[in-house]
Structures are given as structure tokens and as C-alpha cells.
Nanobody
Framework: EVQLVESGGGLVQAGGSLRLSCAAS????????IGWFRQAPGKEREGVSC????????YYADSVKGRFTISTDNAKNTVYLQMNSLKPEDTAVYYC????????????????WGQGTQVTVSS
């Protein structure tokens, strides 16, 4: 059974940091790209960042470039999203997803999704 389990969300003040984790199981981790997406109430799902687990290439949305860092621990089948300098507009439910289409943030190309973790940034 494929599982993606996010953790690490919470409430933080603007300018603070959080680290999200995405623990994966049930598929060949190294063969997949893991993406982070977020969705705020009333807004469309937005791609945040992704990483190719084989060559560790990464991609970031312009809105988080320079503030967020994605990394992978293949031994633990876990992908992390370090979020620094958080802003109120980063408030959303954050989801991780797994796909094989390549290094991109097109959500329809991801096959497996986690249940999400809430990130709330207060001003």
C-alpha cells in the first residue's frame, strides 16, 4: 500500500521557520519525484517545490525561492521542506505527492498524495 505521511506543520509567527517531513512507503522511492503543494482556503492548489530522488535535482516556485529548501533522505524514504522567513501568505495546507513525470509542479502528473499538514503563519 502506497503511503505518504506529512508532519511538521503548526502555528508560527511571521519570520519564523518550520520543517515539514514527508515519509513515503509502498513504492520505489528512488524512482519518483516528490513534490510539495499547498492550498489555502478559496484558492487553487499551488506547487511549491519538488525534488528528483535519483539525481536530487530540485525546482522551486518563485514565491518560495530563497526561503524554502527541499531535501531528501533516501535511506529514510523521507523528503523534507525547510521553510524559513515565513509570511502570512504561506498559510495553507501543505501536501506532499509522488510522481514519475519529471521535475515539475504540475499537480495532475503526481500519482500519490498525502493527507496534508496545516501551516499557519501569524502576522
Amino acid at each position: 500500500e502506497v503511503q505518504l505521511v506529512e508532519s511538521g506543520g503548526g502555528l508560527v509567527q511571521a519570520g519564523g521557520s518550520l520543517r515539514l517531513s514527508c515519509a513515503a512507503s509502498g513504492f520505489t522511492f528512488d524512482d519518483y519525484t516528490i513534490g510539495w503543494f499547498r492550498q489555502a482556503p478559496g484558492k487553487e492548489r499551488e506547487g511549491v517545490s519538488c525534488i528528483n530522488n535519483r539525481d536530487r535535482s530540485t525546482y522551486y516556485a518563485d514565491s518560495v525561492k530563497g526561503r524554502f529548501t527541499i531535501s531528501t533522505d533516501n535511506a529514510k524514504n523521507t523528503v523534507y521542506l525547510q521553510m524559513n522567513s515565513l509570511k502570512p501568505e504561506d498559510t495553507a495546507v501543505y501536501y506532499c505527492a509522488a510522481g514519475v513525470a519529471g521535475l515539475a509542479l504540475r499537480h495532475w502528473e503526481y500519482d500519490y498524495w498525502g493527507q496534508g499538514t496545516q501551516v499557519t503563519v501569524s502576522s
